[in-house]
């Protein structure tokens, strides 16, 4: 007969997980030391070479007017002697304001116009206000001596205006 053991000795996995525990030691002692960079962020030299270039030449129809801050080409010729100014008109409250000034005119129209209307035509006044891009009229309704004058006024009998807005009219 063939004799067969029957108690076999196991072998022993001990060696396998020390040799791998010490592998991975060795490799965390290496990220560590040599590979692991503790700088917060990166440094991103300057580029002094151009992004782009803008040929002479662009080819196609030409662009005018390049020298000009907007290209409103209309023209600028303010309505002066529809435009009420008072020389002591100081703080205003803005009821209306748009770059027509048949625009204003008609909202003014239709304010005054309606059935309900406590407004007089007198307290209102159309300012023009003249900038780079084109004129803007200002319709405005009132004049006060403070900001704060108006303020009252204006949270006081103008319920229907959710914000007053008030304007300095020296500054025109």
């Given at each position: 007969?063939?004799?067969?053991?029957?108690?076999?000795?196991?072998?022993?996995?001990?060696?396998?997980?020390?040799?791998?525990?010490?592998?991975?030691f060795i490799i965390m002692?290496?990220?560590?030391?040599?590979?692991?960079?503790?700088?917060?962020?990166?440094?991103?030299?300057?580029?002094?070479?151009?992004?782009?270039?803008?040929?002479?030449?662009?080819?196609?129809?030409?662009?005018?007017?390049?020298?000009?801050?907007?290209?409103?080409?209309?023209?600028?010729?303010?309505?002066?002697?529809?435009?009420?100014?008072?020389?002591?008109?100081?703080?205003?409250?803005?009821?209306?304001?748009?770059?027509?000034?048949?625009?204003?005119?008609?909202?003014?129209?239709?304010?005054?116009?309606?059935?309900?209307?406590?407004?007089?035509?007198?307290?209102?006044?159309?300012?023009?206000?003249?900038?780079?891009?084109?004129?803007?009229?200002?319709?405005?309704?009132?004049?006060?001596?403070?900001?704060?004058?108006?303020?009252?006024?204006?949270?006081?009998?103008?319920?229907?205006?959710?914000?007053?807005?008030?304007?300095?009219?020296?500054?025109?």
């Amino acid at each position: 007969m063939i004799a067969k053991k029957i108690f076999q000795r196991r072998k022993s996995k001990r060696k396998l997980i020390i040799i791998t525990l010490v592998i991975l030691f060795i490799i965390m002692i290496i990220y560590y030391f040599f590979l692991n960079n503790r700088d917060e962020f990166v440094i991103i030299p300057e580029n002094k070479k151009n992004f782009y270039i803008i040929p002479e030449d662009r080819g196609g129809q030409k662009v005018e007017n390049l020298d000009k801050k907007s290209l409103n080409l209309k023209s600028l010729e303010t309505i002066n002697e529809n435009v009420n100014l008072p020389n002591n008109l100081l703080y205003s409250i803005q009821i209306f304001s748009d770059t027509e000034y048949e625009n204003v005119n008609n909202y003014l129209k239709k304010i005054i116009s309606s059935n309900e209307s406590i407004f007089q035509i007198d307290d209102f006044y159309i300012l023009a206000l003249s900038t780079e891009i084109g004129i803007y009229y200002f319709l405005i309704y009132k004049n006060f001596e403070t900001r704060q004058d108006a303020q009252k006024y204006c949270s006081n009998y103008l319920s229907k205006i959710d914000n007053c807005l008030i304007v300095d009219t020296t500054k025109f």
